[in-house]
DNA sequence: TCGCCGTACTTACCCGGTTCACCGTTTCGG
DNA sequence: CCGAAACGGTGAACCGGGTAAGTACGGCGA
């Protein structure tokens, strides 16, 4: 029952155990013929390469780590992580990496995970989400020499490598195209205005809704949750100047404040206008469907790992090409159901 | 920049690394003026053991692994597996164990995973969900030797250790409430027929119904997607004996159902009830909330990964007590604003 | 004074795979 | 025909911890 060795598989083949090692790993210093015997017995006695002794003598650990935090209510409901997390294993898969995960309550505590991680050499390289302004994790992150992959914007990841997507253009995509329809009044539902993503878009609104004149363009921010996208879409249809349309920052908000204005009588899209930011199955299941920023997730992810993938492997070489980032597409707008031009009134 | 080992140390310190080790393991044999200064050095230099160097040597690698076949999109949507996840974290983080997780498209490459992971010591036990009927994972795992916990029936678990929750009696609990509002005929959008969780609610549901005289009790099987609960609704909403009341096996296909009804121009709950399986932030946010059949999700997890370690850490010892399982709390119905008393007609 | 025991440490070797230096053949070019 | 290079293969050391088996020393009782 024990699990086979390289020194099982020598004893068998009748040479030493080095002559295995270079047979298995496709290195010249074995003939043809007994590479071949060396490998059928392998496979016949299903040996796999220990892990352990791999990463030991100075080898990687091929596997990276990615830390999220959120609470388990929202993390659950959110689909953007589950699809970034299996758009990453997509690739990481592919190259026989695994995905180590944790999922914590406090940003701070990342840090102290990575560098357990790192110390502990379990990991290769990580995926930093959730990036926030003057981010106390990237300097740490860049002291300790892991090599990370920023999720966010390349302006707050400092030296860290960033892959993001402009979310300036999707914003404008949307506002332009609520204005077109009519919409003089948009507000925003945002996210945590600690994120840097959030605060970007907020600018982004508000400098396109200055462009285009636009009479009022409120923004209010939320922990991403369905109850506090309702909360935000009641108060801003009982406001004075009550939008005509409104850009929440996620899916689950987008549903909840669409049936929030229903409770409230008020037709979507005949009186309001709903965008979802993010496009999972979610917006397709309500009624109406709702128009969204649609963004391939997984690829996103895809993208995430292969620059990171890449980082790993080539640290420490004199490689001419400096792995600068990735810039994924825009987020597009779909339009569907839920947007319309305004009441005539 | 290299990172310290407790050769390290040792130099620092004057003594062996094995008076090193001693000390940092809290092992007799070294005093404990040296091992106080031991750790003061190990603690200022910042020193992690090397977990490929630990696991090399015998010890366990503190790693359990997880793998979850689902297609991206489904995945994403429903809330089940990352609260699982989480749920399941929270236990392994407090004993410093870390999680391994892989996203496959096919059952089959599921066990190639894990005899992967465990020929490579990357993992110490493992989790199978999704428990079909007999199962090949089931005895492919049973002869590997890997501690596994199955989340799912004992019946079709073999010899690996269950940890399941009864649905029969949640089943009860729903059709029940539904009979004592009025229901007479009542649907169930059940999700894939291969899972045993399926079958067994199937039973369940049959088995009630005709235990109260209830006059049809519909079932339809869906892969879980929202597309599809919204397709079976409105095949139920057309067919010659409509139900008053559908459960539905999960909360996106609840949600999708809500909206197809709607559109059909159906009250919920005036003209049609509405029970979702598994109660996640998204039965609340739509209106009406949908009355579901509740369950702590990470707890579930959490007991799963609980059990797991006692396997992993009971293995080969010779404890008096065998690890048998565990039954976890039922789901518990929170009616909502989607059931009510069926139309009078 | 000797023998015995416990404490505090050390030396030696193991885990399993990789890598380096070296060594005996064969081949080939000058 | 000889020297150099290429091939095929080996032993030994190494990665960073863990563990078994000593050893040196001090105290204590007889």
Same mark, same amino acid.
């Given at each position: 029952m024990k699990r086979p060795t390289i020194a099982d598989i020598a004893r068998r083949a009748g040479v030493s155990k080095v002559a295995v090692s270079y047979a298995l790993n496709d290195r010249?210093? !074995?003939s043809e013929a007994k590479r071949a015997v060396i490998k059928a017995i392998a496979e016949e006695i299903g040996w796999r390469p220990n892990s352990a002794a791999r990463a030991l003598s100075g080898a990687r650990a091929h596997t990276i780590g990615l830390t999220v935090c959120r609470p388990a209510r929202i993390l659950g409901v959110e689909p953007f992580f589950m699809e970034l997390i299996s758009g990453i294993e997509s690739e990481l898969s592919a190259r026989s990496y695994a995905l180590m995960l944790q999922v914590v309550t406090d940003p701070g505590q990342e840090v102290e995970i990575y560098r357990r991680w790192w110390g502990e050499r379990r990991v290769d390289g990580a995926i930093l989400v959730d990036l926030r302004f003057s981010d106390p994790r990237v300097t740490e992150l860049e002291e300790l020499g892991l090599p990370v992959v920023v999720l966010g914007h390349p302006s707050e990841a400092g030296t860290l490598v960033p892959v993001w997507s402009d979310d300036t253009v999707a914003v404008r995509e949307a506002v332009e195209y609520l204005t077109a329809l009519g919409h003089r009044r948009i507000a925003r539902v945002a996210g *945590?205005?600690?994120l840097v993503h959030t605060v970007l878009r907020d600018q982004a609104f508000t400098a396109v809704c200055r462009e285009l004149g636009l009479e009022s363009h409120t923004i209010m921010h939320t922990d991403y949750t369905g109850d506090e996208g309702a909360r935000a879409t009641r108060r801003l249809i009982g406001s004075?100047?009550?939008?005509t349309a409104i850009v929440y920052d996620n899916d689950i908000m987008a549903v909840a404040g669409l049936s929030a204005a229903q409770e409230m009588r *008020? $037709? !979507?899209?005949? $009186?309001l206008s709903i965008v979802a930011w993010d496009d999972s199955p979610l917006s397709q299941v309500v009624r109406p469907a709702l128009t969204a920023l649609s963004r391939d997730i997984p690829a996103y992810g895809a993208h995430a790992a292969r620059t990171l993938l890449s980082l790993v492997a080539g640290e420490g070489e004199v490689t001419g090409g400096e792995i600068t980032g990735f810039e994924d597409r825009a987020a597009r707008l779909v339009p569907r159901g839920s947007t319309a031009p305004p009441p005539a009134g």
């Open positions: 010249p210093g !074995v *945590l205005p600690e004075p100047a009550r939008p *008020l $037709d !979507v899209p005949g $009186d």
